[in-house]
T-cell receptor, first 112, second 113 residues
Framework: GENVEQHPSTLSVQEGDSAVIKCTYSDSASNYFPWYKQELGKRPQLIIDIRSNVGEKKDQRIAVTLNKTAKHFSLHITETQPEDSAVYFCAAPTNTGNQFYFGTGTSLTVIP | DGGITQSPKYLFRKEGQNVTLSCEQNLNHDAMYWYRQDPGQGLRLIYYSQIVNDFQKGDIAEGYSVSREKKESFPLTVTSAQKNPTAFYLC????????????FGPGTRLTVT
C-alpha cells in the first residue's frame, strides 16, 4: 500500500519569503498528487494538484514539483502572505485510485 | 458553500453511547468518504463508498459503521466499541469521473466523556 511522509510538521516564515513543504510516497504506481489547505476550524480545500506526466505546475504564487524517480513532490509558496497561514496536507492515491493516503500535515505560520 | 454538509458542528456524548454523524451532498457525486482527523496525524480514512448500497473499510474502521442507502447521504455511526472516539470527523465526496478530486464537508467535532 501507499505510505506518504510529509515534512516539516511546522514551518514559520517571514512575510514575503518563500515556503517549501515536501512529501515522499512509496507506491511507484501513484499518478496524482493533490495539496490541500486547511485554515483553522475550516474544511480542507484543494489548492493545487499535479499528475505524473508533468514535472511542475504553477498557479500564481503556488507551485508543485514532482520527481517520480525519487518519489517525492513539493509545494512551493512564494511571496508568502499572512493569509497563507494554515495547515497544508499532501496526498497520494492507492493503486486502485479510489482512496487517498494523506500526509500528516504542515502547520505554516507567516509572520507579518 | 461546497454542496456538502455535516451536522452537527459540535457533538458531545457520554462514554458507552453510540452516536451518528450526518453527511449530505447535493453535488451528484458517486463516491463518499469519512476521515478522522487528530492533531499531528493528518487525515485517516474510516470508510468509503463508491456507489449506493456498497462501502469498504478504510485503515481505521474498527468501532465505526456506515450505510449508503441514498446517493446523497453517507451517515457514520461511532459505536461504543471505538476506544478513542473524541476527534474531528470529516466527510468528503467525489465524482466517479474525477475520483481524485475530493470535496470536504465542514466537519463535526465529537467529544466523548
Amino acid at each position: 500500500g501507499e505510505n506518504v511522509e510529509q515534512h516539516p510538521s511546522t514551518l514559520s516564515v517571514q512575510e514575503g519569503d518563500s515556503a517549501v513543504i515536501k512529501c515522499t510516497y512509496s507506491d511507484s504506481a501513484s499518478n496524482y498528487f493533490p495539496w490541500y489547505k486547511q485554515e483553522l476550524g475550516k474544511r480542507p480545500q484543494l489548492i493545487i494538484d499535479i499528475r505524473s506526466n508533468v514535472g511542475e505546475k504553477k498557479d500564481q504564487r503556488i507551485a508543485v514539483t514532482l520527481n517520480k524517480t525519487a518519489k517525492h513532490f513539493s509545494l512551493h509558496i512564494t511571496e508568502t502572505q499572512p493569509e497563507d497561514s494554515a495547515v497544508y496536507f499532501c496526498a497520494a492515491p492507492t493503486n486502485t485510485g479510489n482512496q487517498f493516503y494523506f500526509g500528516t500535515g504542515t502547520s505554516l505560520t507567516v509572520i507579518p | 458553500d461546497g454542496g456538502i454538509t455535516q451536522s452537527p458542528k459540535y457533538l458531545f456524548r457520554k462514554e458507552g453511547q453510540n452516536v451518528t454523524l450526518s453527511c449530505e451532498q447535493n453535488l451528484n457525486h458517486d463516491a463518499m468518504y469519512w476521515y478522522r482527523q487528530d492533531p499531528g496525524q493528518g487525515l485517516r480514512l474510516i470508510y468509503y463508498s463508491q456507489i449506493v448500497n456498497d462501502f469498504q473499510k478504510g485503515d481505521i474502521a474498527e468501532g465505526y459503521s456506515v450505510s449508503r442507502e441514498k446517493k446523497e447521504s453517507f451517515p457514520l455511526t461511532v459505536t461504543s466499541a471505538q476506544k478513542n472516539p473524541t476527534a474531528f470527523y470529516l466527510c468528503a465526496s467525489s465524482s466517479a469521473g474525477r475520483v481524485y478530486e475530493q470535496y470536504f464537508g465542514p466537519g463535526t467535532r465529537l467529544t466523548v466523556t
